[in-house]
């Protein structure tokens, strides 16, 4: 199976600190596009930010910053001066196909004040 | 109106009953997902309908039977549940495909007893 890694299961920081959330995706799609979704305890699942493979271009919006390497097949996310609105479970995903969307195991982000 | 509309939001059902759950889009969307989220895991999938037409079926259990009314609609009828089957399920919509991203409503919480 062509697998998305997240393999920090939980992180717990303070408020203020800034923390990154890895993720690493195997493929073998030459096309194929990464996300970040973030699921607050509401349950529904909220886009981020969406990448395409052609596309290495870091991206910064507000607090949040994505950086897509091709070449290690990794798209972490930071996250900078932590809030404890940003408390959820993140999910990486990417495409599989043209209609499937293949999730990471999800991290549990805890940022306490 | 960018919203997916998921109802109801809880249901608790028993294993004879016959109950429906149902999902709503007015994005003008092409295809539509149900996804199935076990406490602590990533979501699912199940199906997948592209111009009302179902174009994956996850190798899913037939207690379990999607429809697609129309282009805004789509159900998941269920019967003759077990209790493993409680869980969130998801519904997603996205532009055909899947590389547009998805946006999900906040999720059906189910419990079989």
């Known amino acids: 199976a062509q697998k998305v890694t997240q393999a920090q299961t939980e992180i717990s920081v303070v408020e203020k600190e800034d923390v990154t959330l890895d993720c690493v995706y195997e493929?073998?799609?030459?096309?194929?596009?990464l996300f970040w979704y973030k699921q607050p305890p509401s349950g529904e699942l909220v886009f981020l930010i969406r990448?395409?493979?052609?596309?290495?271009q870091n991206e910064i919006s507000g607090r949040y910053s994505w950086n897509f390497q091709k070449s290690t097949s990794s798209f972490n996310f930071t996250i900078t001066a932590s809030q404890v609105v940003d408390s959820a479970v993140y999910f990486c995903a990417r495409t599989q196909g043209a209609q499937k969307l293949v999730f990471g195991q999800g991290t549990r982000l805890t940022i306490n004040p | 109106d960018t919203e997916v509309t998921q109802t109801p939001k809880h249901l608790v059902m028993g294993m004879t009953n016959k109950k429906s759950l149902k999902c709503e889009q007015h994005?003008?969307?092409?295809?539509m997902y149900w996804y199935k989220q076990k406490a602590k895991k990533p979501p699912e999938l199940m199906f997948v309908?592209?111009?009302?037409?179902?174009?994956i079926n996850e190798s899913v259990p037939s207690r379990f039977s999607p429809e697609c009314p129309n282009s805004s609609l789509l159900n998941l009828h269920l019967h003759a549940l077990q209790p493993e089957d409680s869980a969130l399920y998801l519904c997603a919509s996205s532009q055909v495909a899947a590389g547009y991203g998805y946006t999900f409503g906040s999720g059906t919480r189910l419990t079989v007893v």
């Open positions: 309908y592209s111009y009302e037409k179902l174009s």
């Open positions: 994005m003008g969307h092409r295809a």
């Open positions: 990448r395409n493979s052609f596309d290495e």
């Open positions: 493929t073998r799609d030459t096309t194929y596009y």
